[in-house]
């Protein structure tokens, strides 16, 4: 619904990597990617945010970057998109069969 229990989330279970969703109401992925990097900041971590949206990638991947985001994923997405984007971020080969 917010990115506030999305923050509380990466707090408690320290995660590999987030997948963002950008557009949500009060706390939208952009304010949220800026508090988990405030989170961050001084601790020697970088998880690496993925922006999750709808919306053009030229139109959002300036925005996504600027706050901290490290990639885009344009939704609909397929399981073979997100396996690359995971292998790419995770340094993983999945099985994708």
């Excluded at 009060?26 to 508090?35: A, N």
Aim: aromatic share 6%; with cysteine; hydrophobic share 35%.
């Amino acid at each position: 619904n917010d990115g506030r229990p999305a923050v509380e989330s990466y707090k408690n279970n320290n995660p590999a990597l987030v997948l963002m969703d950008v557009m949500m109401p009060e706390l939208d992925g952009f304010q949220t990617s800026r508090l988990i990097r405030q989170h961050e900041f001084g601790r020697g971590i970088h998880t690496p945010i993925v922006a999750c949206t709808a919306l053009d990638e030229d139109q959002i991947l300036p925005d996504a970057l600027n706050c901290g985001m490290d990639d885009y994923l344009a939704k609909p997405y397929s399981r073979d998109t997100l396996a690359r984007k995971l292998e790419l971020w995770l340094d993983l080969e999945l099985d994708r069969k």
